[in-house]
């Protein structure tokens, strides 16, 4: 399990960026104009992954960060929790999902960058849950990988949903802020600013960071210790 | 307006609001290790960029360290591979790293307030949760992933959005056994492992007041477990007697203009808070963790919790977490029988926490069935403990001295548990399969306390074997 391939669910999302793997490291991207990176709905099947408090030590073990790149990290994703039988992401029922459904807290922990990465090159193009760790969150998004959250009886109903019928789209719609299955529609929730990114297909910040550096470097001549006091 | 030192030093830094309403914020220290930072400067090269403020980026090695045999190359590929890549990014950017055998080599949140570039008002960033740490001094300081530490590298910069901030009002005194690893753990247990998240704590109180840096950094440290990512304590004159005299502290007159600026970024009296707990110190009792994350914690004379009677949704999380624990609800917590005793991580591995279980070790033995391990924070704390024979009284106990790494915390170099074994450990996370067994169990607690355990070989109040040697 956990074979990395792309879903034909993601290849349904809309805009999911595909040119390149955030983190990639065989040279310089394909160059990709912005409409590329925006992401504004996303649709495919679900994999509900139950339980709070979910941390990235469990999403990917320490011992396979001992590694210099993010590459076939997808292999060892919930490498321990999945030897449990009956583990979603050992269920082939699930294979080829992109929307991941979880519960509160999912990501707490370790800040560990290669929890979402290994997430996303697994195949996932967003998740759904009820809450997220704050440095989970940010590592998403900046991966292109929207967390939204739902309320509990949200979260609880898609779940119930795609272990009744593992092949149900779920439509995530960044825009009109819903998440959509079965003809019923939830209400999600996304902080303005990632959403702001998403839909812009603004999040890599480092371009927008690097935007106006004279104003950073005023900052820091204004810092009494950057100064030397 | 008055105000606190959150909104203070996120203005001092505030570059602009971006277009999604973020903020960007100046980071003024960026601390760098080996495992998140690799693919950040592989990123840098495949656009071409370079490192903004190399002056302001420091690096050292500390999650895959061997702790036991460091020559190189490592006997760890993999590790070794690590290692290099770090000191050839270090080279070619001119960012100093502080390697194994430099005498200033350690766990990045332990080294970076011993060299004095931990200081208050400051903003820092890490590619590593427990960088709320360096929050005891005063500053915000927050984990990023690896994407953020290729922006901070390239801008030294972040598009952050800014965060509420609840006081944590500590009132009292600590009895006796009780220490501010006791402090957080109960913090934790009463706000919950997601009740920080939108937060930054800040703690005060006559407690925190009285507390040394070694127990704020502490305290700061286990910020994240509550949900919080940052944690910071107001600098006073603690914090500047601390700084004093540390390598890249300000000196001289420079130094008396930095202590003026330092206590000016401290919250004022009036400032507001967007929430408030009041917690008192004399009711906190030797803490220990029983289930799977830091908020599963008890006194050490309390019993685990049976999920019967617990509401359902609670009831579940209590099930899985004494299922994974092998651990019958309604038993007691003490007597829990230990395999290893591990002293060390960036939590509980400075010297005074070193002092604390050799005041308990000393004279006494650990139990033949458990291995006992103690590993500095960093090879200054190490030099320090053995400048006081620190390392003769843990060897005379059976204990093994080891060099400075991050080691058992989270099992990225040799030091592992194995199979199901239950782990006394003065580390941070009691995660699943977090100190390197996929089935080890992690009992959280502080170091006398793991100390107390190694001897007993098994869980027990610490209390008595002090109120013991106090009447020898």
Redesign the interface.
Known sequence: MGDGQESEGAERGVGAPRATE????Q???PIQTMSDRQIVRVAGRGLPLR???I?T??II???Y??????EGLEAHLF???R?APGHPFANPAYRGASVLLTN??FG???????A?QAIRRWGIRAVVGQ?F???FF??SV??GLPCVTASAEGVGALMDLVERDPAAEIMVDLDGLTVTAAGRAHPIAL????R??FL?G?W???G???D??E??EA??R?????R?? | MPSTLFSKVWD?????R?????T?L?V?LHLVHE??S??AF??LR????TV??PD?TFATVD??VPTADQRRPFA?R??E??MS?LERNCREHGIPLFGPGSGHQGIVHVIGPEQGLT?P??TIAC???H?STHGAFGAIA???????V??VL????????PLKVRRIRVEGQLAPGVYAKDVILDVIRRLG??GG??YAYEYGGSTLAAMSMDERMTICNMS??G?A?VGYVNPDETTFAYLEGRPYA?KGE??A??RA?WASMASDPAARYDDEVVIDAGGIKPTVTWGI?PGQALAVDERVPAPEGLHEAER??VR?ALDFMGFRGGAPIAGTRIDVAFIGSCTNARLSDLREAARIVRGARVRPHVKALVVPGSESVGRAAEAEGLDQVFREAGFEWRAAGCSMC???NPDRLEGRQICASSSN?N????Q?S?TGRTLLMSPAMVAAAAIAGEVTDVRPILRAKGEQ
């Open positions: 955030p983190g990639g490291v040279g310089a991207p339980g709070d408090n941390d030590d469990r073990p320490a011992r960060l001992r590694a210099i790149t993010f490498e321990d929790d030897q509160a807290n707490c922990g370790s800040s560990r960058e290669h979402p809450s760790s704050e440095i940010g590592n900046a991966l902080a303005p600013g990632a702001d990114a812009s603004q890599d910040a480092t927008l960071l690097l106006r550096y104003e950073v900052v820091g204004r810092l009494p210790y950057v030397g006091f | 001092a830094h505030a570059v602009r971006l277009p999604n309403g973020q960007q100046f003024g495992v998140t690799p693919q592989d990123m495949a656009r071409g960029w903004r403020a302001r999650h895959i760890d993999m590790a591979d690590m890549a200081q008002g400051m590619g590593d949760s960088t927050f984990g990023i992933g690896t994407s953020q290729r922006d390239a801008s030294q910069t972040l598009a952050l959005d492992v997601k998240v939108g994240i477990e949900g990512r300000p420079a130094f203009r930095a600026w994350n579940e999380s899985e989270l099992a990225m996370r995660f699943k399969g977090r390197g996929p």
